[in-house]
Structures are given as structure tokens and as C-alpha cells.
DNA sequence: CTATATTCATGACGATCATCATGATTGCCG
DNA sequence: CGGCAATCATGATGATCGTCATGAATATAG
């Protein structure tokens, strides 16, 4: 059962795309190579066909939906605003790959470390460049601290099983972003 | 081989105390059964007479260890340099069981999910008690925002592979927080 | 058009793990 | 002090999973 060269690349590109998902759905340790195989219309067996091994798939995903991910780069404000919403806190398997899979990280290989490394340097990059009324060092300093409270309060929302409070979080550190914005901007 | 009651009562304090770190340490799912057991210096064949599962444990584990924590309540400043410093970033094991654990609690129980909501909520009330100097909305805001920069910075931290940019993300956030505080103390 | 190489399906293997059954040791109540 | 009951050790079981072997089907090179 050989299928055509595109075939192929296409079914590459699927699993890479349904592993994104599932990945950030379930983590990485919930979700087994069958069944991100089946999630792509395939079975088990062609796996090693494309990946080494289950490490080279986390890893590649990772880049994958890294890369892809190029939010972040217009007005942080309104970023924040879809960042911190309700809306994208309950909708991990579609969202931000950071938020759903930085924790994660520690505990897997040097090429997985290494892909996260790259898309926090320049996640923090397109954040900064949305600030250019800031001077430089202001600028890296709230890009830097926006983006940790942002992540940090998305984990934080997504494990709080109290509604109220979970959108309290996200609410309330959207306004303390806005706030440290405008103070750092009038000064 | 029965053991003395304070014997027994030892033991659960010590697996739980052993579970606390290897959670923190390398997460749930990686830690198994037996591995807690044996670091507490007993076989796997007892565990099931303290608890009724491995989830079981995860959730009284973690009502413990969060009840155990209650740094936060002094001077926030410095609160923030130690929780942003290599040294606890670098100290999963024994450090704050929030952002050690907070990304894996999407995947768990409800029971856990239930210990990790009251964690938070008096990890945010005992920052605001940090921060007398604030009127009450301000204060509720700080906390929130700056404990969610906090977790998210350490997170972060603990992803990247570079130890310049870990560094970085530590510092700048420490910052960010500081001048976030200060700016609403003077407003 | 044919031979070869390749992609995927089926199925199996070995390891890990949560959980349970059994039994030995021995605290502890009467 | 003797018998009951509880705690832990040993060992087994069933399920899950990563990985690999084999074979069928066919795209593609020559």
C-alpha cells in the first residue's frame, strides 16, 4: 500500500498538524503514537515511516506549531485582551502552544528544549516590537513581564476549577498588564 | 509485618513527603507507584492501605504540599527575588509546588483539581496581605498579576535551554513586577 | 511496461505500570 | 499473655504503549 510522493508529504503535514492538537489537549505523555496516527486517518503502522521515535514527533511538532504561531505581533493590548479571554483559556487543543506545553518541557529531550527555546526568543521579540513607543530597555522589560503574567495566568486559569475566579485571574491580569503598560509609556 | 500506629503515621507522612518532591520533580505520570514507595523506604505492596489509588495520592499530595506552602505572606520585594531567582528555578524538587504543578492539573482529577483552586486562592490572599500599603482593588490586582508573572516567569525559565535567556526572563520579570508596584503605591 | 523501492496495514514483542491477592510478622486489645 | 487484626513484602495479572517485523499494494524510475 504506497501512496503518491504529495500523498505522503500531505499525511506528514496531518500528523504533525493532529499531534499539535492532541499534544496541547492532552500533553505529550497522555497521547500515544497509535492514537495520533488513528486522529490522522492512519494507523500505527507507517509511524516510524516518518519519525524516529516518539521524542522526534514531540519534537518536530513542536517546532511545527511554533513556528506557525506568529501572533503576538500588532497591538499588545488587544493581544492580551484574546490572550486572557475565556474564549482561549478554554480552548487549549487550538491555542497558544506556549501556554499549553511550556510545563512540559522540563521533562523532555534536548531537541524538544532547544525548539521551545527558539519560539520563547522570539515570541518575546514580536512582543517587543509591539511596544515601540517604549525605549529599549523599558521595551524588553515589558515584553518580557506581560508575557510571563500572560502565560503564567492562562496555566494558572486553565487549572482553577472555580469559574469565578478562574475568569477573575484572567481579568484581573489584563488589567494589571494594561496598567504597567501606560505607566511605563507616560513616564 | 505490622508496624507501630506512629510507625504507620510515619510512613504515610513520609510517602506523601517523598511523593511531594518526585511530583514536583519529574510529574505525575512519571513518577510511578512503586518508585514513591521505595523512596520512602518501603515496597509497593503497602500503598493501597493508605490510599485508594495512585490519583488518590496525587490529590492528598498535593493538599499537602500546598498547605505546607505558606511563603508569600512577608515583604512581596522580596518574596519576588527569591521566587525569580536561579536558585528556585533551579530547585524544582523543593521549590513552590504551584509552578511545579499547576500546568499538569488540566489532566487530573477533580479532587486535585479542588486542592490546587484553594492553593491559589491563598497564595492570592496572602500576597494581597503583602501589600497593606494598596486600597483594596489595587491590591487584589497586584496579586493576581504579579503571582501569575511570577509562576509563568519560573515556568518559562525552567523550559528554556539557555541559561542566559532563563537568567533574563527571571530578571527582567523581577523587574517588571517591582515596577509595577511601584508605580500603583505612588499613584 | 516492468522492476524496484517505498509507504502503510497488520500483528507481535517486551517493558512498564497500576492494582490486587496472599501470606508473614507483630502491634495491641482484652 | 494469647489471639485477633492490621501493616507491609512478595509476587502475579491485565492493560497500555513504544517499537519493530513482515507483507501487500503501488508509485515511480528506467
Redesign the pocket.
Known sequence: ????????AE?RRRILEVAGRLFRDKGFDA????EV?KAAG?????????FS???DLIAQTLADVLAADSTGGGDLRAYADAYLSPRHRDNAAGGCPTAGLVADIRHQTPAARSAMTEGLRSQIDRIGKALPELDPADRRRAAIGSWAAMVGAVIIARAIDDPALSDEVLEQTRAWIDDGISQVSAR
Open positions: 500500500m504506497k501512496v503518491s510522493r504529495e500523498q505522503m499525511n497521547v500515544s503514537v497509535a496516527m492512519l494507523t500505527h503502522g507507517g509511524f516510524y515511516g516518518h521515535s516518539k521524542d
